[in-house]
């Protein structure tokens, strides 16, 4: 008789496991919406607890959004999209928890999947979750508060700041600043204009062959390593400096100067290819490394 009462007190738990398992198993329908536009189109992305992915295809004429909610539900978040002409605002935002939130196990955060036209003007806004942009050229903002951002094959001008989290920028072309707080930086691309600052981390940029910069340009870390490889055709004067660290520069310089007194750190300017428009690369805390292509 025990033993009937002990089984009939591990049913209703164990009815409440099969269930949760079969909601996990069926998941929740994703979500898309289409939306027309014409050959340049805008768009504005913000999203919450939620990773984001931008590519192009290519000459399409149409915005494409669309959500895989992985393990969460879509009543956990606020939606809200809008169309005017050729502009989308899309926002994802994860709703407020009110009394005590518990999760079990590996949760993952809902996908957002973003198809455009090539030709596009993007402001995208992360705040905890990972951000991709794919092929696009245009006016492109993007910021992130924690999580990665991976851009690649992208022409135009490029405006990036990141509070924690790495960033790989490959393949850009055209205009780039870039300024993050906490995470390895590594960049390549061919460049008319160069601001790149992270606050702590390595900083690692390669300007790619056919680089004619036509601004003044920065290159910083203030906490960090700097490595920075140089087209061999490229006409810039340079300046190097670090505060604690050092200097190793094996491109053809025509030397201006070169201090290493122990007050200032170590400082290195010169000429390559007969001079040009300013190149500063600066590190604070962190040894700087130059290096021709």
């Not at 939306?35 to 939620?50: F, H, Q, R």
């Not at 999947?113 to 696009?136: C, F, H, N, Y």
């Not at 290493?260 to 750190?265: C, L, R, V």
Request: hydrophobic residues 35%; glycine residues 10%.
């Amino acid at each position: 008789m025990r033993n009937l009462c002990l089984a009939s007190m591990y049913l209703p738990a164990l009815a409440l496991v099969a269930g949760a398992i079969a909601n996990a198993q069926t998941g929740n329908a994703a979500w898309s919406k289409s939306y027309p536009v014409s050959e340049k189109a805008s768009l504005t992305l913000s999203t919450g607890d939620a990773s984001v992915e931008v590519s192009s295809c290519g000459s399409c004429r149409e915005v494409k959004v669309g959500i895989d909610w992985k393990d969460r539900k879509p009543s956990e978040f606020d939606l809200t999209e809008s169309q005017s002409g050729g502009h989308v605002n899309f926002e994802l935002k994860e709703k407020a928890h009110i009394g005590i939130h518990f999760t079990m196990g590996n949760w993952h955060e809902p996908h957002v999947m973003v198809e455009t036209p090539s030709r596009l003007d993007l402001e995208a806004r992360t705040s905890d979750g990972s951000l991709k942009v794919i092929g696009v050229q245009g006016n492109l903002e993007l910021h992130t508060s924690d999580g990665a951002v991976d851009v690649e094959d992208v022409s135009g001008s490029l405006r990036l700041s990141a509070s924690d989290g790495t960033i790989k920028i490959h393949n850009a072309t055209g205009t780039l600043e870039t300024r993050s707080s906490d995470g390895h930086a590594t960049i390549d691309g061919r460049f008319t204009s160069l601001q790149a600052h992270t606050s702590d981390g390595n900083l690692d940029v390669t300007l790619s062959e056919g680089t004619q910069l036509t601004s003044s340009s920065r290159i910083e870390s203030s906490d960090g390593q700097v490595t920075v490889k140089l087209p061999r055709t490229l006409a810039a004067d340079l300046d190097i400096h670090t505060s604690d660290g050092q200097i190793r520069s094996t491109v053809p310089l025509t030397m201006e100067g070169y201090d290493s007194s122990h007050s200032s750190g170590h400082n290195l300017r010169g000429h390559l290819n007969a001079g040009g428009v300013p190149l500063t690369i600066h590190s604070t805390d962190g040894n700087v490394t130059v290096s021709a292509l």
